[in-house]
């Protein structure tokens, strides 16, 4: 399935949407740095995705109801979507954080773009073109620039744990979700399907919830839990996704895999703005490369 086949003549706002959705995506960021030194990292994300539910059905239950047997059609594409999506990458770069680091884990996740290029061309047969594939080599140079603090020789430096294999199961994860959730039809309008999605993912990571609470670590439910649990639920949750998805329905899965260099380049800016850390010429240079990147990865 192709993008959108209505011929706008004026994208701007599919493309601004493009560069809006990583801005509320790379909160997460501030959730895993901040969040997980109070809340267990699969309560965390158990919690974020039962918020999520919790806070949306009061107002989709209607039309899932009138649309109940196509839930039960459709049962197993929501619970794949909830698990790839919510689950997996909700708890994997929480559980990887507690053993790896932020660049290792920013090395990794940026490999997500590539597997969601290759399962949309081995899959669903999708076409990128030579100057798009430039785009995503300027894209890649633009994330390690920023990385590696303009110095190459941290790169090969870099010392891989468990906690990179957690991280890149999140990247595999998060191109199937995104490949699946475009080219999959579905007879829930787009938030209503988010919704379902939503519970899904708390289902799934419901099990894992109840392992960790009672053989690892106890969740503290006080006005930390509660502040992370709703921040994460709402940022990089409701917002983030549902543009998510908006921006696939207009550019297609491999387009749209480009916001995940985005996260990286906005997640640098959320350092210098909640951590102290400061401005340097590597995040310029990055920055620059990653929109080139973007802009020639839109190319037809």
């Known amino acids: 399935m192709k993008p959108s086949s209505k011929k706008n003549k004026n994208l701007f706002f599919p493309y601004f949407l493009l560069f809006l959705q990583p801005v509320f995506m790379a909160s997460n960021l501030i959730v895993a740095r901040g969040g997980v030194e109070f809340v267990p990292p699969i309560s965390l994300a158990f919690w974020r995705w039962t918020t999520v539910f919790l806070l949306l059905i009061p107002f989709f239950y209607k039309p899932i109801l009138k649309k109940i047997k196509n839930f039960k059609g459709e049962f197993y594409k929501l619970f794949f979507l909830g698990l790839t999506g919510c689950g ?3 708890a994997f770069p929480f559980i990887a954080g507690q053993t790896t680091t932020v660049v290792n884990m920013a090395v990794i996740y940026t ?6 290029i290759l399962l949309s061309s081995f899959i669903y047969k999708e076409k990128i073109n ?10 890649l140079f633009g994330v390690f620039s920023i990385i590696s603090k303009g110095d190459s020789s941290i790169l090969s430096s870099l010392e891989f744990t468990v906690g990179d294999i957690w991280m890149l199961g999140a990247a595999i994860s998060w191109a199937l979700y995104s490949v699946y959730l475009l080219n999959w039809k579905s007879k829930f309008d787009l938030l209503t399907r988010f919704v379902l999605i939503a519970m899904f993912g708390s289902i799934s990571l419901f099990p894992f919830y109840l392992l960790e609470e009672f053989q690892r670590q106890s969740t503290v439910f006080d006005l930390n839990f509660l502040f992370w649990v709703i921040f994460a639920a709402i940022s990089p949750a409701i917002i983030a996704f549902t543009l998510y998805a908006k921006v696939q329905k207009y550019l297609g899965a491999s387009i749209t895999g480009f916001t995940l260099y985005l996260f990286t380049v906005y997640g ?9 850390e400061t401005l340097e010429y ?13 802009y020639l990865a839109k190319k037809n």
Do not use: K, R
């Open 88 to 90: 997996i990458c909700g």
């Open 268 to 276: 640098a800016f959320y350092g210098l703005i909640f951590f102290g």
């Open 130 to 139: 030579s100057i798009q594939i430039i785009g995503l080599v300027l894209c």
């Open 282 to 294: 590597y995040h310029l240079i990055g920055a620059f490369l990653v929109f080139i990147g973007i």
């Open 111 to 116: 490999s997500s773009p590539i597997f969601i």
